[in-house]
């Protein structure tokens, strides 16, 4: 995308956009030099000129000379008028948009962009993220969950296979394999905040068009953010009825967390 095209989604015309670029490399100039090197028609470019006038993006220094606003004025109109046109924008939907209790459940399709979006989700976490991920997943969550980690983000991973143990409230799933198997493919799963989901598997075989669901209903959320917590206790009963083992102190102390954590 050239300078004129970012220009014009500034509400630059055309005309106005060649006009200033053109004066930025080559002023002061009068009309008639502008017309030359932009291109604009002789008959045109001193509306031009006005109009960039009026907006305060060019000066007549004397008579029938101009000079353009320095780029890096221009940029901090720009800036402040996008700010100020998105705080208005935000508070003119806040107005007209009815609190529903119903939030839709959207589908998504394609790995990456299902990953993207987890990815946009742990960034944007304040407080927890609950989690049960395949390895493939984990590691293009693994630098953003450690930087949310590092942010105070509390972090409850259900690892489905062999990951790095790096969390406090981090177990493996038992008989991974044998779930692939049953369930056909690799579940993701990925609750932030008590208040947003992305819950799907994708389908061996299928894996760029399996159906994935994000949302922020909160039935769904909190359904799905349970499930995620009893695959802790089913860790646990692992452990104790099937491995016979004792869990260690670590183990307890993560039970003793998912328990009270509702």
Same mark, same amino acid.
């Given at each position: 995308?050239?300078?004129?095209?970012?220009?014009?989604?500034?509400?630059?015309?055309?005309?106005?956009?060649?006009?200033y670029l053109t004066? =930025?490399?080559?002023?002061? !100039?009068? *009309?008639?030099?502008?017309s030359k090197l #932009?291109?604009?028609?002789?008959?045109? &470019? @001193? $509306?031009?000129?006005?109009?960039?006038?009026?907006?305060?993006?060019?000066?007549?220094?004397?008579?029938?000379?101009?000079?353009?606003?320095?780029?890096?004025?221009?940029?901090?109109?720009?800036?402040?008028?996008?700010?100020?046109?998105?705080?208005?924008?935000?508070?003119?939907?806040?107005?007209?948009?009815?609190?529903?209790?119903?939030?839709?459940?959207?589908?998504?399709?394609?790995y990456k962009a299902?990953?993207?979006?987890?990815?946009?989700?742990?960034?944007?976490?304040?407080?927890?993220?609950?989690?049960?991920?395949?390895?493939?997943?984990?590691?293009?969550?693994?630098?953003? =969950?450690?930087?949310?980690? !590092?942010? *105070?983000?509390?972090?409850?991973?259900? #690892?489905?296979?062999?990951?790095?143990? &790096? @969390? $406090?409230?981090?177990?493996?799933?038992?008989?991974?394999?044998?779930?692939?198997?049953?369930?056909?493919?690799?579940?993701?799963?990925?609750?932030?905040?008590?208040?947003?989901?992305?819950?799907?598997?994708?389908?061996?075989?299928?894996?760029?068009?399996?159906?994935?669901?994000?949302?922020?209903?909160?039935?769904?959320?909190?359904?799905?953010?349970?499930?995620?917590?009893?695959?802790?206790?089913?860790?646990?009963?692992?452990?104790?009825?099937?491995?016979?083992?004792?869990?260690?102190?670590?183990?307890?102390?993560?039970?003793?967390?998912?328990?009270?954590?509702?």
């Amino acid at each position: 995308m050239d300078i004129a095209t970012i220009l014009r989604d500034f509400a630059f015309s055309k005309y106005e956009s060649s006009c200033y670029l053109t004066l =930025l490399a080559h002023h002061p !100039s009068n *009309g008639s030099q502008l017309s030359k090197l #932009s291109g604009i028609a002789r008959s045109r &470019i @001193y $509306d031009v000129l006005r109009g960039l006038a009026k907006k305060g993006i060019v000066f007549e220094i004397e008579q029938g000379q101009y000079v353009p606003l320095p780029f890096d004025e221009l940029k901090k109109r720009l800036r402040s008028q996008f700010e100020s046109n998105l705080t208005i924008l935000e508070e003119k939907l806040a107005a007209i948009s009815a609190e529903a209790e119903y939030e839709y459940l959207i589908t998504l399709r394609g790995y990456k962009a299902v990953l993207s979006k987890a990815v946009d989700m742990v960034k944007s976490s304040k407080r927890e993220l609950y989690l049960r991920l395949f390895p493939n997943s984990f590691e293009r969550l693994e630098k953003p =969950l450690k930087k949310a980690a !590092s942010h *105070g983000v509390g972090i409850r991973l259900v #690892s489905m296979g062999k990951m790095p143990s &790096i @969390y $406090d409230y981090q177990v493996v799933h038992p008989s991974t394999e044998a779930l692939i198997e049953k369930i056909g493919g690799e579940s993701i799963d990925v609750i932030a905040d008590k208040s947003e989901a992305l819950v799907g598997i994708f389908e061996t075989g299928n894996v760029d068009t399996s159906p994935i669901i994000w949302t922020r209903n909160r039935w769904f959320v909190t359904a799905n953010r349970d499930s995620l917590r009893h695959d802790f206790y089913h860790y646990f009963l692992d452990q104790i009825y099937e491995r016979k083992q004792s869990l260690t102190a670590r183990e307890k102390a993560i039970y003793e967390f998912i328990k009270k954590d509702d």
